[in-house]
């Protein structure tokens, strides 16, 4: 990183510029900071590091539930008097499913038949196991819950997935979705989406999977990275690929797959405004904002304002998605002491300051603005209370840190759906 220019040179001081190396984090507890000593450092927003709540991956004890409260009585009024008058179609549309919890009557948690006609890709990438492409289905419409689907898997441990885009339906039933999936025929060719985030190894198995070019091919044309235009100081291809949905010409080589997603990647830059020059060093920050990021886009200034903030303090990122980066792990969003400690993985923001070498992941256009242009706010701290849909709490003090981060516990021991997420 010594070639690379600073954050200062790039959008002028006070910006991202990587200050006095914090001290090194310690097994028993989070990283202290010169700004702020004996502080712990943020929860990631997709980990649970050491802190309030026990050790590092600690999950907290199960809780007893509360009763309903009055919700039973004046939904169980509300039964009576609604569905006997012109108002029971209004109450049922607003309060069904409390109604049907109330009464215990389960609401049904699948669709019916083969979907809605209304068409939607779904991407398995390599590695994804049963609980995730569940979750991909449930997230994207295609079935009603997350249980539907797990459910059938559950049933034959033999059921494994190819990796490569798929055409389905929303609003299908559980099984539908299963056998649209291990139907050949519903795989997309020559056309491939690759998520935002995704590693640039994940993206070239993704365009094999979809086209004729071997993998070996693309994997020998990226290693040769620089025949791009990629400056030589850069780790790897890593980061410079865009993540979008593409359509390959029948025929189309490796090197030419491999050059549309970088030409792509260059005019995303060019569009923020970033000079050939500053590249990397954009790009290296807006990685660790799109891995650490989830489904709200309007969270990614924050994480980067809470990154940029952290560095003018002079405090480590502490990001757990660089560490696993550097790990070659992307199973897990869970990191051990000792993985934290080992200033040997140049990727690890636990023991080594400012950014890291290169990027983690390959960032979509909203992470590469949010890099360019960080929100403004004080925030030191951000930690994601449902992985489910996002949503995410940003804090200034550790007090208020603390109570997001037993929201987040509490959040993954209420339900094995939530569970998946969390693991």
Known sequence: MAS??????????????????????????????????GEPAPLSRRALREGSDGGAGARPRKKKRRGRGPWGWIIAVLVILGLVTAGGVYVWSNYGEKIQEVLGIAPPNDYEGAGNGEEITIVIEPGDIGSDVAAKLERAGVTKTFDAFYALLLEDSSIT???????????????????????????????????????????????????????????????????FGIPANSPSIEGWLFPATYTFDPGVTANGAIKMLVDQMYATLDAAGVAPENRLTVLTMASIVQRESGPNLEDMPKIARVFQNRIDRGMLLQSDATVHYGLGDMSSVWTSPEERADASNPYNTYANPGLPIGPIGLPGADAVNAA????????????????????????????????????????????????????
């Open 4 to 37: 690379e220019p600073s954050w200062d040179d790039i959008f002028g001081p006070g910006s991202l510029t990587p200050s006095t190396p914090a001290t090194t984090p310690t097994p028993t507890a989070i990283a202290t900071s010169v700004a702020d000593p």
């Open 161 to 227: 997935f190819e990796p490569g885009n798929y055409k389905l339906q929303k609003e299908m039933s559980a099984a539908a979705a299963l056998e649209a999936l291990r139907d050949p025929a519903n795989r997309i060719i020559n056309r491939v989406t690759i998520p935002e985030g995704v590693s640039a190894a994940t993206a070239l198995e993704l365009i094999a999977a979809s086209t004729e070019i071997p993998l070996e091919e693309l994997q020998a044309e990226a290693a040769n990275f620089t025949q």
């Open 372 to 423: 360019v242009g960080p929100a403004d706010g004080t925030w030191l701290y951000f930690v994601t209370v449902n992985l489910k849909t996002g949503e995410t709490v940003f804090s200034n003090t550790l007090a208020e840190h603390d109570r997001a981060a037993k929201q987040l516990y509490a959040w993954c021991e209420e339900s094995d759906e939530n569970a998946a997420y969390c693991g």
